[in-house]
């Protein structure tokens, strides 16, 4: 098999990459490892900032999103019993985030794909990436049962945290900047209207806690005669700091919402909605980047090549300016003959990748509470939320990064 860009990975980074120059012309082969129901039902990211909504859009993707997404225009961040809302338009000149699960950004995605009629194996495992030093580079994958060999122009790695991308670039010209957190998220899903209409963030003496909400989603009325009535049910999204390694199973239900009241705290009225829980696990937390970004025709997008701990909202985001940034340095190339785009991609991501990787250990250290922290600790991140909710500028820093760097 041919073809000129062969992308590894069918998550964000990966396919709309490959929406990216199927709309610019450019060939590419999508391989998949896992199968699409996988795929499409992984839990994960739920926030994209402006600029993503934005590439969403102009790539034929935002439709589903427009109508069933929430636009969300600010955050409360929650210390001391007390609230405080970040207004992001007042703060950042019109900007706000949108409520919009990477479940339907890759379902959206994978049913473009398909109708485009562009290639994308599922169940087609990359085993490894060769000749990324040659003009030649080739990924040797298995694809029901068979091995085969995929040719391209330029092999693209958006594998994730643990693909086989990344470890063909040889060591010696590798480096990994890495910090693990002592703690992860306990994250629920539960059947219960969301208790706030935004985003909360909660600083607390037990721990962090964090409220958040997947958009209304259409299900079947489960009587018969009215089936083809869909009913609109809301969804909570809901986390809890834990210590590192926890099992999720060790957590009752209700020791759960226990926990999460205790952390919601308020001094006023705000009462925290009890629902049955759909779905739990546990979110090991992890700051990782690896430099370079490309290795003479073999690129990293996404989680292949950084991954940040989810406080920041940042890792689907990343990916998606990744793919922006390579979709253009490829159509460069192929309308002027210059690989400078390409050349420069792993700086021009790296600059945006290492702002949000700052963003999102500030945001991780403002808020949980380290297993080993002083009562001084425990001071200053009080002092630090404080300063946000006094000083124009310090809560400008905040919602200017909270909504999104400028992709290229
Ligand atoms: C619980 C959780 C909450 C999160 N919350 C947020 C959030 O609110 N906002 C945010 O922006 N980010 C968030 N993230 C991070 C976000 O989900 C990731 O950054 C995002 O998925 C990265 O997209 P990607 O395409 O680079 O990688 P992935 O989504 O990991 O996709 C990689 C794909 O490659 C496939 N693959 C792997 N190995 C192979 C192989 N050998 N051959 C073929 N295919 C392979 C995988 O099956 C997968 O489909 C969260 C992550 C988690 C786990």
Partial sequence: MRTTVGIIGAGPAGLLLARLLHDAG??????????????????????????????????GAGERMDREGLRHDGIELRFGGKRHRVDFPALTGGKSVMVYAQTEVCKDLIALRLKDGGPLLFEAEALAVEGAEGDRPRVRFRHQGAEEVLECDWVVGCDGFRGVARRA???SVSRGFERTYPFGWLGILADVPPSHDELVYARHDRGFALLSMRPPVARHHPSEEVASLPVRSFVSRLYLQVPAGTDAGSWSDEAIW????????TDDDWRLERGPITQKSVTPMRSYVH???????????????????????????????????LARALVHLRDTGSA?????????????VW???????????????????????????????ERITAS???????????TGFPLV
């Avoid at 430099?291 to 991954?307: F, T």
């Avoid at 400078?340 to 945006?352: E, M, N, Q, V, W």
């Avoid at 124009?392 to 909270?402: G, I, K, V």
């Fill in 392 to 402: 124009r500028a310090a809560e400008t820093d905040l919602a200017e990064a909270y």
């Fill in 355 to 385: 702002q949000a990787e700052r963003f999102s250990y500030d945001m991780t250290t403002l808020l949980h509470r380290a297993p080993d922290a002083t009562p001084f600790d425990d001071r200053l991140q009080l002092a630090r939320l």
């Fill in 340 to 352: 400078g785009l390409l050349d420069t991609y792993s700086a021009t991501c790296l600059r945006r």
């Fill in 169 to 171: 670039i040889p060591a």
């Fill in 258 to 265: 226990d926990e999460l009241e205790r952390r919601f705290e």
């Fill in 26 to 59: 450019i060939e590419s082969v999508v391989l998949e490892s896992r199968d699409r129901a996988y795929v499409e039902q992984r839990q994960r990211a739920g926030i994209l900032e402006q600029g993503t909504v934005d590439v969403l859009r102009a790539a």
């Fill in 291 to 325: 430099e370079p970004m490309r290795h003479g025709r073999l690129l990293l997008a996404g989680d292949a090549a950084h991954i940040v701990p989810p406080t920041g909202a940042k890792g689907l985001n990343l990916a998606v300016g990744d793919a922006v940034t």
